[in-house]
């Protein structure tokens, strides 16, 4: 079954730490890739996405993703996290089919230790 | 972005009744969608709710328990019928945007069933 999968589903970190988190889908065709992040008792904000273009995408907070398509991956990278990213993160997929929806993966709780 | 409000923001509901989430987008959309997020899980796509059509079910809902309305281009409800505790969970609103093609969500709704 086509899906949208996340590796990491607990990552604990000190601070200061790199970051990357896994996302891999299985849809063909062209897709649309998002990172949502849920910072405690909030709600979804978009960290960043990617239409076509440059495979290297930078969001807000000074995250990053790389759309690698031979390995239809969409990793989430951070070169130094702070205790404010605790949060859960959505790896999320528009499919080709073009009709807005999203299919997210599992996600990942990031803790992140002062 | 589009600001989205929902409400209510949370309730408890007895096994049995039903009860209707309303989601108000600040600005015309083209495209909202009903999500569900089970506690300790990811989000799942109920359906996508049509301006002045029926709205399209994913596999695994439909329309007898989720009923849905869209009116207009800026409003929307989605209601739980004769709930059951399995259906504890949030429910958040989404919609996309028609200049940048990104997604955005409301607060969500809390609801738990007893």
């Known amino acids: 079954a086509q899906s949208v999968s996340q590796h990491n589903h607990h990552v604990i970190l000190s601070e200061a730490a790199s970051l990357e988190l896994g996302c891999n889908y299985s849809?063909?065709?062209?897709?649309?890739l998002f990172w949502y992040v849920q910072y405690p008792g909030q709600h979804l904000q978009l960290l960043l996405k990617?239409?076509?273009?440059?495979?290297l995408v930078k969001g807000i907070k000074g995250f990053e993703a790389e759309f690698i398509k031979s390995k239809f991956s969409f990793n989430l990278r951070k070169p130094s996290v702070q205790w404010s990213d605790t949060a859960e993160y959505f790896c999320?997929?528009?499919?080709?089919?073009?009709?807005?929806?999203?299919?997210f993966g599992q996600g990942t709780t990031l803790q992140v230790k002062p | 972005s589009a600001v989205i409000s929902q409400k209510p923001s949370r309730d408890i509901c007895q096994r049995g009744t039903s009860l209707t989430i309303q989601c108000q987008v600040d600005?015309?959309?083209?495209?909202m969608f009903w999500y569900r997020q089970q506690p300790g899980q990811s989000l799942t796509l109920i359906a996508t709710?049509?301006?002045?059509?029926?709205?399209?079910?994913e596999s695994g809902f439909v329309i007898d328990k989720f009923p849905i309305s869209r009116p207009n281009l800026t409003f929307s409800t989605l209601t739980v019928s004769n709930m059951s505790p399995e259906d504890s969970s949030i429910y958040l609103c989404?919609?996309?945007?028609?200049?940048?093609?990104?997604?955005?969500f409301g607060p969500g709704t809390r609801l738990t069933v007893t």
């Open positions: 600005s015309q959309v083209t495209m």
């Open positions: 989404s919609v996309v945007s028609r200049s940048a093609y990104e997604q955005y």
């Open positions: 999320a997929v528009n499919p080709p089919s073009n009709t807005g929806k999203l299919i």
């Open positions: 709710a049509n301006q002045g059509s029926e709205a399209t079910y």
């Open positions: 990617y239409f076509s273009g440059d495979p």
């Open positions: 849809y063909g065709g062209t897709v649309n």
